[in-house]
């Protein structure tokens, strides 16, 4: 007898031994890699005997059954339990998908493959053959492999992403992304001041050497950032990083606390002529001194408009409400917090075109040992070179 799922039936009509047992083997395919299946069957012959009574009690299945002693009443095959739909239809999505897929199936095929499989199994152990066992857990094999892939790529995922993040806390300023190999922009610093602060800020790498971290910046934008801010604001820093920020006292005091820094200021007027202003020495006195500044070793094109004169002291930090006893009205006047040592417009003056609550025209953003109107500054600061 032939059914639609592949059971054959041979059934001998000899009854000389009075046991109703038959002889079964059973086919599972083993697919090679990049082979079709029917040419890698494996299958066993004699592994049990199993009572013709019992027969009925199996599901459909790729069975085979050899001449076994049976009465010729049996003949019609009445006892034996049809396939299904249902199973029909689950043997053929099973052998289909051994077919299409092989050796280089995905795991989601891979393990739908095996449930189909285990579904399918007998639930007594006694009529589980060992090649169904061998090709399961063969199966299981496969799919647990490829879940032990994808977890070491969650974990090399998971080890980079830890190095990254601990570069970047690591990271004091600009130098140490420029060493890493980053590339002119905008990074997070988590500042040692009192408990780590993040603060992202500009980093220059291109400019002489690179590795500036940018600490003022200054262009010239519809919606400008007002600079004519107090002495908190001025602490911890104000502004957008992406257009006109002051990246904070404190945070300036802290960077240059750590490492020796220098000092770099650049210039551009309304007409794009550009200069510069360098300082091999940089560093900031705590909020108790005022911030005081200290810079030497000038060098550039802008002229030194940090200079002292004769006899003068470093100047200390000032804003409108917090004045210095030197110059007690130069920050309301310049409307604009800086190190004033006499009343003169600097690079943190208000844009021209800037509307003040004062009929006094607005200083504009000046270097004044270069020239005036300027349009674009940017105060940077590195360590020095060891």
Known sequence: MNFSSGITLSISTSTTVPALLITWR?????PRMGGPPEENIQDGTGLSYIPASSIKN???GNYLLRPGDLPASFDNGSFLKSPTNKDISVQEDV??????TGGDASLPEKEKRLYELMRMMPKESNDISEYDIVFVLRLMYECLGMHIKKLHALVRDIYETVDFVYNRVAWVDCSDALKDGYKSGYYTFF???????PITLLCDMETDGGGWTVVQRRQRYADHVIFNQGWYPYKIGFGNFTTEYWAGLQNIYVLCSVRNCEMRVNLQDTKGNQAYAAYSSFYLDSEENGYKLNVDGYSGNAGDALERQEGEREPV???YDNLNKTNRYC???MFSGWWYSACRPNINCIHLNEKI????????LTWPTWRRTLSTT???IRPTKE
């Open 378 to 380: 940017a105060i940077m």
């Open 317 to 319: 930090f000032s804003t």
């Open 331 to 333: 920050a309301r006047k």
């Open 357 to 364: 609550p004062s009929r006094v025209t607005p200083p504009g």
């Open 95 to 100: 052998t289909e998908n051994t077919q299409n």
């Open 191 to 197: 500042l040692k001041n009192q408990g780590k602060r």
């Open 26 to 30: 059973h086919f599972r395919y083993f």
């Open 58 to 60: 199996y599901g459909s």
